[in-house]
């Protein structure tokens, strides 16, 4: 922790600019623990101390195999949520890698119609940019842990 705060922060999009990320202190979880739910992302910060005996982060409990992952999202703010992979393998994100069950496919337009968009967004910290990935580009499917946005559909 630094500052009383663990580096590993929730997102809200309905927050105020600059306070949209939402870190856990060492006061708000007992045993200084954070449990997160199936398919919440979170901002994970790298332990900037220098001391490289320390891993920066210890994970523990069962990553999911089997679907449906349900998770509620919120058109509050600019509609963006941060979501999270909960499954241990890949997860389909557009057509070409899977025609029929993919979350684009499945959430956007052509399913349950909750997406503003049929896209993704990915924080790519080595070039400090967002990569999108659509319904329609070229095959993509997310790693386990990985996080992502989507933008909610007002109202969806």
Do not use: C
Not at 33 to 48: A, D, P, R, V
Not at 107 to 115: E, F, V, Y
Request: avoid cysteine; glycine fraction near 12%.
């Amino acid at each position: 922790t630094k500052d009383g705060k663990f580096s590993i922060a929730s997102y809200n999009d309905g927050n105020a600019s600059g306070s949209k990320y939402v870190y856990y202190s060492s006061a708000s979880e007992p045993g200084n623990t954070i449990e997160i739910e199936e398919g919440e992302g979170h901002l994970l910060k790298k332990n900037n101390t220098g001391d490289n005996t320390k891993p920066d982060y210890y994970q523990r409990g069962t990553l999911r195999s089997t679907f449906p992952v349900d998770i509620t999202i919120s058109d509050a703010g600019n509609g963006f949520n941060l979501l999270g992979n909960p499954l241990i393998g890949f997860l389909n994100i557009n057509d070409a890698a899977d025609a029929t069950h993919n979350i684009l496919r499945v959430n956007g337009m052509n399913g349950s119609d909750i997406l503003a968009e049929d896209t993704i967004w990915i924080w790519d910290s080595v070039n400090k940019s967002w990569i999108t990935h659509n319904l329609n580009s070229t095959s993509y499917k997310i790693p386990g842990i990985q996080g992502f946005f989507v933008k909610a559909k007002a109202g969806g």
